[in-house]
């Protein structure tokens, strides 16, 4: 008989140890973060491929030393695109795939005619999630100094 109850009782507390670890257990994050490893505040653009199209949007402004979350929830992309510049010190990082940006938040659909439609054309550095469900961007020292934001 008291075999019985220890029995009962390592079952109850193992149950009550797996609802404890259920309950504090974080859920897996899921996100595209942008860390700015650098020391000032930088202001950061994206581009990527909606279901309505490409659509840029921006700005984000992370401090040095913070990161941030872009694109909460699991990526339904495998490429995304960034545009980053530090106003303060002068820096920028981009690349050759030309999105549209303006000075002001914005949220852009296409990538064409920029110009055209009132808008700056901007150079974006292309991010490879190699289909991952999440992924963090590093940022480091601006590939160019002394350049403005367009």
Request: aromatic share 10%; proline share 3%; net charge positive.
């Amino acid at each position: 008989m008291k075999w019985v109850a220890a029995r009962q009782i390592m079952a109850v507390a193992g149950l009550a140890a797996i609802v404890l670890t259920c309950l504090t257990s974080q859920p897996a994050l899921a996100d595209l973060r942008l860390c700015n490893k650098t020391e000032t505040t930088v202001s950061i653009s994206i581009g990527y491929k909606s279901k309505k199209g490409w659509t840029t949007e921006g700005w984000w402004n992370i401090p040095g030393a913070k990161c941030n979350t872009l694109i909460p929830g699991p990526l339904a992309a495998r490429y995304y695109y960034i545009y980053a510049v530090d106003a303060k010190q002068g820096g920028e990082w981009g690349g050759k795939a030309f999105m549209c940006t303006r000075r002001k938040m914005f949220t852009i659909l296409g990538t064409e005619d920029c110009v055209a439609r009132g808008y700056d054309r901007t150079g974006f550095f292309e991010i490879d999630t190699q289909d991952q469900r999440s992924w963090t961007v590093q940022l480091t020292e601006p590939t160019q100094k002394g350049t403005t934001a367009k």
